[in-house]
């Protein structure tokens, strides 16, 4: 048998550290048992996935030079390896699970889920579907899609006993029926849902081992009822321990950068990056800090993966970075700071703003050290403005930051509209309410175009600065409720404005 792993991340967002992890894993893995590798875009969210974090994701991997075999970009024999061109062997799997008496039709309005979600909460019970659609004859069924009425496919699920599975790490798990709900396996755009597609595309690209996150053990019911179904037989099943923030919460945006794009702009090597990683619940028997991908998989045992919650931590991080950095000679040295910062691409980007202000060459490095490197530390004071009560800065950088979190095309226009709609529902003028931003990104209150600033900065330093400056308000748990209480006020004025306006142009 031929050992192959897989990675399939999502293109809706920035490129995540927990993405270039479980990559990192799943090819050492492959690596050390001779195998392949193979690399599948699960894009089925329509609504969320786009071309450009498709290519963000394959970029990020790339420049952590972790190569796959397979793949949307050089092929295969078990392609097509974008979700979304496969909708049709999902549909196709779904018939035959309905023509097998595994799955159904259901007809379940939202109004009437959300009742039902809603009673079952308030009665202590499980949040799950009801088994309504089950009692309906087959001729009624046939009316309902005869007549185009909207249905999704569900799957039939025990009620009673446990589904008891073997993890790789874990050993014996066993989780009652009574918890595991009636998933959607077809959606009511035709799309599948994750837990379909995952299980035939496995089956279908010959995966041999899963190693994906720990948040996905309660699923694995779902998956292994499905592989019975079909009659394939179950990978070997891996859930790896997820990245935690120093207070040992889930690794996220809110607390720590997560986006490998982050760590590649602060000047973070690729190499010393994934070799973090590769500490994250690991160790090498000689129990040496340094060691290369190779290194790793010519040590590497799966059963020896440590179930503890790895910290991932930027000061430790920062420090490994330094070791790689010392071992450059002069040369290469240069090489990396020409790579990291004084690019031509960087550079073309940074002309038309700094050459209109520039006398003589001396004037470039005090324009754009911010954008270079890091900008320096802040404190309250530095927010302290005439007209702008620190209450205003920090509800300005909170909502900017919510905003940010939330954009999916990082463009200067954009971000100039998201401001301008943020004053004026504050009653802020443009000027004023920039102020907290210039000098969260560059530390004064004068600097280059802001706009153009985010745009070279780039989405994931942006983000980051504005989460500093937040944080250098000192605000409270009780004020930052308050602002996330604003702000979804906020949204919900926008959402009335954009339905009125609509109304009227109709």
Same mark, same amino acid.
């Given at each position: ?26 090819? $050492? ?31 990020? !991997? ?39 008496? %595994? ?98 595309? %496995? ?7 899963? !190693? ?60 010393? !990056? ?39 931590? !930027? ?84 909502? $900017? ?44 209150? $004068? ?12 989405? %994931? ?43 009227? %142009?109709?």
């Amino acid at each position: 048998m031929t050992v192959r792993t897989r990675i399939a991340p999502s293109p809706t967002g920035d490129p995540h550290v927990g993405t270039a992890y479980m990559a990192l894993f799943n090819w $050492v893995f492959a690596r050390s048992q001779g195998g392949q590798f193979i690399l599948r875009i699960e894009d089925t969210d329509v609504a969320r996935s786009t071309p450009e974090s498709e290519a963000l994701i394959l970029d990020s !991997l790339r420049w952590l030079d972790i190569q796959w075999d397979e793949g949307p970009d050089v092929g295969g024999p078990h392609g097509p390896y974008r979700q979304s061109a496969r909708k049709h062997i999902y549909q196709a799997h779904a018939r035959q699970l309905v023509e097998q008496g %595994d799955a159904f039709h259901c007809f379940c309005s939202a109004e009437r889920l959300d009742a039902m979600r809603t009673a079952q909460r308030a009665a202590g019970e499980n949040s799950r579907y009801d088994g309504h659609c089950l009692a309906l004859g087959e001729a009624d069924v046939r009316a309902r899609l005869a007549a185009g009425e909207p249905h999704v496919i569900r799957m039939k699920v025990p009620t009673d006993g446990v589904c008891a599975f073997e993890d790789a790490l874990r050993g014996n798990i066993e989780i009652p029926w009574s918890q595991v709900d009636m998933q959607v396996l077809i959606k009511h755009d035709g799309f599948p849902t994750y837990h379909l597609a995952v299980v035939v595309d %496995d089956h279908l690209m010959q995966i041999t081992h899963i !190693l994906r996150g720990e948040e996905w053990i309660n699923s694995v019911p779902k998956h292994k009822l499905l592989y019975a179904y079909f009659d394939w037989p179950m990978p070997v099943m891996c859930h790896l321990p997820l990245l935690r923030n120093p207070d040992q919460s889930k690794l996220s945006k809110r607390k720590n950068p997560t986006s490998v794009n982050y760590y590649r702009r602060i000047g973070i090597l690729p190499e010393a !990056l994934l070799n973090y990683l590769g500490t994250m619940g690991w160790s090498m028997r000689d129990e040496r800090e340094i060691f290369s991908p190779k290194e790793m998989a010519d040590d590497f045992v799966l059963e020896k993966i440590h179930l503890g919650g790895p910290v991932f931590d !930027l000061a430790k991080l920062s420090w490994l970075n330094a070791q790689y950095l010392r071992r450059l000679d002069g040369e290469a040295f240069m090489d990396r700071i020409a790579a990291w910062a004084l690019n031509r691409e960087n550079l073309a980007r940074l002309v038309p703003l700094i050459q209109p202000r520039t006398e003589k060459l001396a004037d470039i490095l005090p324009q754009v050290d911010y954008l270079l490197g890091d900008r320096r530390p802040l404190a309250a004071a530095d927010f302290a403005h005439p007209k702008l009560t620190p209450e205003q800065s920090a509800q300005i950088l909170d909502h $900017v930051s919510r905003e940010l979190d939330a954009m999916r095309h990082w463009e200067r226009d954009a971000l100039f509209e998201t401001c301008q709609a943020l004053a004026g529902w504050m009653g802020l003028k443009i000027r004023e309410f920039l102020f907290p931003l210039f000098i969260a990104l560059s530390g004064r209150p $004068v600097a280059l175009p802001l706009f153009d600033s985010m745009v070279l900065l780039g989405p %994931d330093l942006t983000r980051v600065r504005v989460r500093e400056g937040l944080a250098a308000l000192g605000v409270s748990g009780k004020q930052s409720k308050r602002l996330e209480k604003e702000y979804r006020a906020y949204q919900v004025a926008r959402a009335g404005g954009a339905n009125t306006a609509s109304a009227e %142009d109709a």
